[in-house]
Nanobody, 120 residues
Framework: QVQLVESGGGLVQPGGSLRLSCAAS????????MGWYRQAPGKYRELVAT????????????KYADSVKGRFTISRDNAKNTVYLQMNSLKPEDTAVYYC?????????WGQGTQVTVSS
């Protein structure tokens, strides 16, 4: 079973940036979607962004929540078995635990989560 390990969370001021990383313990095939979800206190876990690549990892399909479009960018480095989430123009409402996700042949795999806090 693949394991996902997130890093890069922390405390940042409004308007600041963070980059989250998610390293997989083994290669994940290109057609398997990877992405990021988040869960704020008292709220359901919600999708932030997902990415699925072609067989050569040359191009990919991305999907974003409306609340992060234009501010967040998801990317994937196949050589490092890693997916990234670049977060710019952060807002207090982005505060949450961010979880890495992979859908491997229909099975959801989750990381342990990393806390992102946006506060002055």
């Amino acid at each position: 079973q693949v394991q996902l390990v997130e890093s890069g969370g922390g405390l940042v001021q409004p308007g600041g940036s963070l980059r989250l990383s998610c390293a997989a313990s083994r290669k994940i095939a290109s057609h398997n979607s990877m992405g990021w979800y988040r869960q704020a206190p008292g709220k359901y876990r919600e999708l932030v962004a997902t990415i699925t690549s072609d067989s050569a990892f040359i191009s990919g399909s991305t999907k974003y929540a409306d609340s992060v479009k234009g501010r967040f960018t998801i990317s994937r480095d196949n050589a490092k078995n890693t997916v990234y989430l670049q977060m710019n123009s952060l807002k207090p409402e982005d505060t949450a635990v961010y979880y890495c996700n992979a859908v491997i042949d229909g099975v959801n795999v989750w990381g342990q989560g990393t806390q992102v806090t946006v506060s002055s």
